[in-house]
């Protein structure tokens, strides 16, 4: 007899534990995926520079001093909607603002920043995604916060805000600025 109820018992305590499961990851922030990469060494890359294909940008173009990356495409309807607070971010001249055009078109890319403005520093062209894979980037757009020995301080996924810029960014950014003085 008690065999009868543990068969029909087991089937609801199973799914009443995946419903309390489930119902907990209704209330996780997506936005906060931890990175293995926070407080190591960025990855090496060598990608040819959007506007200067002849050029390479490499990771030795960000030591000495503390740099955003900006991971976006023109395809990426949220990486349009972050541009704007990019542009005010640059003429703040607050930090150097790099880019990787991600799975992109470089004459897409190029036209794009043309017409919207241009917030970086520099931007490396990676149309494959190759590089851009080795940073743990999951889609567009990420924004990474390297310190000034290029070892990877924070990482943004989605889009930066000009709330998310004036009390979180900016703040990490004096804090690293603060370190090397």
């Not at 190029?110 to 889609?139: C, H, M, Q």
Request: with cysteine; hydrophobic share 40%; glycine share 8%.
């Amino acid at each position: 007899m008690k065999l009868r109820y543990l068969y029909y018992a087991l089937p609801v305590l199973v799914l009443l534990a995946l419903l309390a499961l489930f119902t907990r990851g209704l209330f996780l922030n997506p936005k906060l995926v931890p990175s293995p990469l926070i407080g190591k060494q960025a990855p090496a890359f060598s990608l040819p520079r959007l506007r200067e294909p002849q050029r390479q940008l490499t990771l030795d173009d960000f030591k000495g001093r503390v740099v955003l990356l900006n991971v976006w495409g023109t395809w990426c309807v949220a990486c349009r909607d972050e541009h704007e607070t990019l542009m005010q971010l640059a003429k703040r001249d607050v930090v150097p603002i790099y880019g990787f055009d991600y799975n992109d078109q470089r004459p897409a890319a190029l036209d794009w920043l043309k017409r919207e403005g241009d917030p970086y520093t520099a931007v490396g062209f990676d149309p494959d995604g190759s590089a851009t894979i080795n940073w743990g980037v999951y889609g567009a757009p990420e924004t990474f916060l390297l310190d000034r020995h290029g070892v990877i301080r924070h990482k943004y996924i989605g889009p930066l805000t000009p709330d998310l810029v004036e009390h979180d960014l900016l703040p990490r950014v004096r804090a690293l600025e603060q370190e090397g003085a």
